[in-house]
């Protein structure tokens, strides 16, 4: 139907845009009805994921006639974006965001430069932002879930925790266990994603292949390869940013610091 | 001179000097004052919110304080690691918080985090002094409030210190958990001439208890005395 209204690529792109956010809006308002408010929420997210994945889509445009090297550029953008969005999982916890961008950049940045080097993903910008973003943002995800966990597990058991400091135990001792799940809970996600590939959805990464004319096989093997690397980064963005977070719940004189009214 | 030198005799174990803390521009404890001395029960009273408790986090530095210092043994308590000084001023508080497992688990955990091995004579001698022979294997879930209040006492002394803070150590217990445990820590002070800093609401408690007692309000120190002297009799 759409089609048929809108001429060109960029008009149509637009409208498909506004019946989604139009779905989503609903479906927020039906949420109101059972009083779960996520009005203001929806709509911010909503503008701003437009606002900000055209701005990508122009700045791809203009990369694409650049030098191969300028991707580095817009990664390296990408991860500190992401350390700052993700830090505010671990509201409360000093140097949140420091840790998060570092975890990122070392979990997606270790894996994407392997696998660079290694020939899976392309050089060419085309192939090398779309594939890296991917792994950005899951190891973002991956982390917001992984400090807010913490945080919350770390508010929970404070008192448990404080009684394991006043004994003499050490402030990594003390919240080791709440480090162990919070890692746990945060690769729920990203392990779940792979054992239901191809059985409950096919990403987009494959259906753009199949769409391009890419060889079914090849798609969904390549597709495979690009969730297990969201895997191995967010997996390794966990790790980092937890232990280096459970540093920054305590004071140098050994104290919590993570507070909930603090 | 303070209050305490000129009421009391013996060696000073814990001395505060202007000690005090704000928290986000407001002050929970200011400018206190005091001497503990060794083998005594010092009460802390005051309504709640007078900043009791928040005394007693100073002085094995749980929080930190803003002014002042604390010196245990005349020095000054930020010369010792935090670990070393929290196995020297040890802590029960008013909920036991025990570690989930056993109770023979919960009394070893002192001693483990520096690498010492509580012999099993040693957790079941602790359990009898604190009036629960043959609670070792016992799962903490299966243990009554005053139980558990026990076992944390227990836990405590395992890591032998020197001073032994209490934050309303009864308050959560019935009326008879809390005669039982009000009189095993007045023997555990007596036997073993251990050095108690109470925190209670309880004025009766500290009466019964308490060789000295401190009242607070608002943060501060307004009376220090002998328990008749400072609650009436």
Redesign the interface.
């Known amino acids: 139907m759409l089609k048929s209204l809108f001429h060109t690529q960029l008009t149509l792109g637009f409208a498909q845009a506004g019946i989604a956010s139009v779905l989503a809006l609903a479906v927020v308002l039906l949420a109101r009805r059972r009083n779960i408010h996520l009005e203001s929420d929806a709509a911010i997210a909503l503008l701003r994921g437009i606002v900000q994945i055209v701005a990508v889509g122009s700045i791809l445009a203009l990369l694409l006639k650049s030098p191969r090297w300028t991707s580095v550029f817009l990664l390296t953008g990408m991860v500190l974006a992401a350390g700052s969005i993700s830090a505010r999982r671990a509201k409360n916890i000093p140097g949140a965001r420091k840790v998060s961008t570092y975890s990122i950049a070392a979990g997606a940045g270790l894996v994407t430069a392997i696998m660079t080097w290694a020939g899976v993903i392309d050089t060419a910008i085309t192939s090398l932002i779309p594939v890296g973003s991917m792994i950005i943002a899951n190891a973002m995800n991956t982390n917001g879930l992984a400090l807010n966990r913490f945080r919350s597990e770390v508010l929970a058991h404070a008192g448990e925790i404080e009684t394991a400091l006043a004994l003499g135990a050490a402030p990594e001792h003390t919240v080791a266990s709440y480090a162990e799940s919070s890692i746990h809970a945060s690769l729920i996600p990203a392990i779940d994603n792979l054992r239901s590939l191809g059985i409950v959805w096919i990403p987009g990464l494959m259906t753009g292949m199949l769409l391009s004319g890419a060889d079914p096989l090849y798609a969904a093997i390549y597709q495979f390869v690009v969730i297990a690397m969201i895997l191995a980064s967010s997996g390794l963005t966990s790790l980092l940013s937890t232990m280096m977070i459970r540093n920054h719940a305590f004071s140098p004189a050994e104290q919590l610091v993570l507070k909930s009214s603090g | 001179m303070s209050i305490a030198q000129q009421t009391a005799t013996g060696a000073v174990a814990l001395r505060t000097e202007h000690l005090g803390r704000r928290v986000a521009d407001v002050s929970v404890v200011t400018d206190i004052s005091l001497d503990v001395y060794h083998g005594e029960m010092l009460g802390i009273v005051g309504a709640s919110g007078s900043g009791k408790s928040s005394l007693l986090r100073l002085l094995?530095?749980?929080?930190?304080p803003t002014s002042g210092t604390v010196f245990l043994d005349g020095q000054d308590y930020?010369q010792f690691s935090?670990?070393?000084l929290?196995?020297r001023v040890?802590?029960v508080?008013q909920?036991p918080?025990l570690?989930p497992g056993k109770v023979a688990g919960n009394v070893r955990?002192?001693p483990s985090?520096?690498g010492e091995v509580l012999a099993d004579e040693d957790i079941a001698r602790l359990l009898e002094r604190v009036g629960l022979p043959g609670f070792t294997a016992r799962e903490v879930t299966n243990l009554s409030g005053g139980e558990q209040q026990r076992v944390s006492l227990a836990?405590?002394l395992a890591?032998r210190p020197e001073i032994l803070l209490l934050d309303e150590p009864t308050s959560a217990l019935d009326e008879q958990a809390k005669m039982g445990v009000e009189q095993l820590i007045c023997s555990l002070v007596k036997d073993t001439s251990l050095t108690c800093v109470m925190v209670t609401h309880d004025r009766d408690q500290a009466r019964r208890m308490c060789d000295r007692v401190a009242l607070m309000e608002a943060g501060r120190l307004i009376q220090y005395g002998k328990p008749a002297e400072v609650l009436g009799a």
Do not use: K, S
């Open positions: 094995n530095r749980l929080d930190e930020r935090p670990r070393e929290r196995r040890g802590m508080t909920r918080f570690f955990f002192g985090q520096r836990r405590a890591n």
